[in-house]
């Protein structure tokens, strides 16, 4: 039996695996598609150089017809990225990964702040309203208060929830987590209030636990699984959200670099960085899927 | 108040549809010795920095927003039927096939495909052109989150009593899918619908803000939101905020019309 459970759960983990190779070798063959039929791509200027020999004109141009090829440009593109070669910006002439280099860290400290911002607001929140709702009328006014704020803050666009947040004196991480709040508290206090129904919540109630022990023990631990899945795609709705917050708050991350090169149809950038944003997410939907399949098993 | 907002949306879709006949103004007049006016009898929200009257900008931004966002939303949700109609003639693997490439397309970040798409597009298109296109984008990049819906809704019926008395009877597999499954996936089509307007409003708002949404002069909600940038503007007048307002209270709408176990729509 314990055997049986251990072989499911490999299974599992394997096909979710599997799946992480697909979707990284499916977002590259999108990629090297779209950087191969962009505007200008095969257009050597070294070959309009009258001081170069036919012979080499002829050497270049044999270069560029190999590259014709989708399927022989894919390969050779994946060949590259595995080495780290990125590629080269078209609009300022430097290695996509110089520039990745250069505002990774800017990215990383905005994103983890934003994230870890959001979801210590959500998860107080969460638990806060849980124990206040189940004790007195104001405490369901704040339910709803709160359901109410955080529905307002969706139906916003992010961007203009980013300007918001810069023009009352927010940081980048400020405008990130208020962007995130609205979107992990709606799904985490669904979660939780469906847990804090359960029947073994009401005995422990009836038994006279803290609130404290009950929203901790017994309605936070069971729906660990749910809230791994949330952080997973929490960290894609991040990487959706840092492009308006740090291009309207002036902020030098990656999300600046890629809106720039979509400003300047800098196809080589924003196709790899979409590439490296997609890896990132899928990682993490990886790693939330597989603590949740070990959760579950 | 699901009905409110039923009446709300219908009432926001009227003043859009008749824009010509409602705005004082054509949405690229300038009244180049008022710039930057507040509200006025003439100007009933003022007019932006170019001197041109926000509210008839704003007609004919509600005009183009929506009436092309929930074109973008049918275009994506038509996709998905089509989509879960071939999984039933092809078979499972069809819908494997189309589950794995959702799930690809649903791992990428919506705005960075967005703006990936968007930098394609040439730079002397059309500001008209390029708001169809905007939209037009918005809907085949979507169709992955309502495909998954309707295939998996398509699948179940497959299996239900009824499609099984029906290709007992000798019904064969496109006439199933056309005939008997397509009225039962119309309700779930709606509500996806529903669920995807707002969404391409908000992207759009989103593109647009960033500056590869509709181009000038032709206004959009989200091109209209491009005020809000400056906080000059907004603290000198506040009718700045009126896209905003108007943009947060349709897709509330939309929301609540969803949100009803029955559409009320």
């Given at each position: 039996m314990h055997n049986e459970r251990r072989r499911s759960l490999l299974v599992a983990l394997l096909q979710h695996a599997g799946w992480l190779i697909f979707t990284l070798l499916g977002g590259g063959l999108i990629s090297s598609a779209l950087v191969r039929h962009a505007?200008?791509?095969?257009?050597?200027?070294?070959?309009?150089?009258?001081?170069?020999?036919r012979n080499s004109i002829q050497v270049l141009a044999g270069r560029q017809a190999q590259q014709s090829n989708v399927a022989t440009y894919y390969v050779g593109y994946l060949r590259r990225l595995f080495h780290g070669d990125l590629g080269v910006s078209?609009?300022?002439?430097?290695?996509v990964k110089d520039l990745l280099a250069e505002r990774i860290g800017v990215s990383l400290r905005t994103a983890s702040a934003g994230l870890a911002l959001a979801w210590a607001m959500a998860l107080a929140m969460v638990v806060v309203l849980e124990i206040v709702r189940r004790r007195s009328v104001l405490g369901l006014w704040c339910d709803r208060a709160f359901t109410t704020v955080t529905g307002a803050l969706l139906c916003l666009p992010i961007a203009v929830l980013a300007i918001g947040c810069f023009y009352f004196g927010g940081t980048p991480p400020l405008a990130l987590a208020a962007i995130l709040f609205a979107r992990v508290f709606r799904y985490m206090s669904s979660v939780v209030r469906q847990a804090a129904g359960a029947s073994h919540v009401l005995t422990a109630h009836a038994m006279g636990e803290s609130a404290l022990r009950i929203a901790g023990w017994h309605v936070i631990r069971p729906v660990l699984p749910e809230l791994a899945a949330l952080a997973g795609v929490s960290i894609s709705l991040m990487a959706g959200a840092l492009i308006p917050v740090e291009a309207l708050c002036d902020s030098p991350g990656v999300g600046q670099l890629v809106w720039e090169a979509a400003l300047a149809r800098d196809l080589p950038v924003v196709v790899n960085i979409t590439l490296l944003i997609t890896a990132l997410t899928v990682v993490a939907n990886f790693f939330a899927d597989a603590f949740r399949t070990m959760e579950e098993a | 108040m699901r009905r409110a907002a039923a009446a709300l949306l219908i009432l926001a879709f009227l003043a859009a549809a008749m824009a010509n006949f409602l705005a004082?103004?054509?949405?690229?007049?300038?009244f180049r010795d008022l710039p930057?006016?507040?509200?006025?009898?003439?100007?009933l929200l003022g007019t932006d920095e170019l001197g041109r009257d926000r509210f008839s900008r704003l007609l004919y931004g509600a005009r183009l927003s929506l009436l092309m966002a929930p074109a973008a939303a049918l275009l994506s949700v038509g996709l998905a039927i089509l989509i879960a109609l071939a999984g039933v003639v092809a078979g499972p693997w069809w819908e494997h096939g189309t589950r794995a490439v959702a799930n690809l397309f649903l791992s990428m970040p919506w705005i960075f495909l967005l703006l990936v798409a968007r930098s394609l597009?040439?730079?002397?298109?059309?500001p008209a052109a390029v708001g169809v296109i905007t939209f037009a984008l918005l809907g085949l990049l979507g169709w992955a989150e309502p495909s998954r819906v309707m295939v998996a809704a398509a699948t179940r019926y497959l299996r239900s009593d009824f499609a099984l008395m029906a290709q007992a009877s000798g019904c064969g597999r496109l006439r199933l899918a056309v005939v008997h499954l397509v009225p039962n996936l119309v309700p779930l089509a709606m509500a996806q619908f529903l669920i995807a307007t707002p969404t391409f409003l908000l992207a759009e708002a989103n593109l647009a803000l960033l500056g590869?949404?509709?181009?000038?002069?032709l206004p959009s909600w989200g091109s209209l939101?491009?005020?809000?940038?400056?906080l000059g503007a907004i603290s000198a007048n506040?009718?700045?905020l009126a896209p905003a307002v108007l943009l947060l209270l349709v897709v509330s709408c939309f929301h609540l019309a969803v949100s009803s176990d029955k559409c009320v729509l």
């Open positions: 505007p200008g791509f095969g257009a050597d200027e070294r070959m309009l150089n009258p001081l170069l020999s078209v609009s300022v002439g430097r290695p | 004082p103004y054509p949405y690229s007049e300038q930057d006016a507040s509200a006025s009898r003439s100007h597009m040439p730079l002397n298109t059309a590869l949404g509709v181009p000038e002069p939101l491009r005020e809000l940038e400056s506040v009718w700045t």
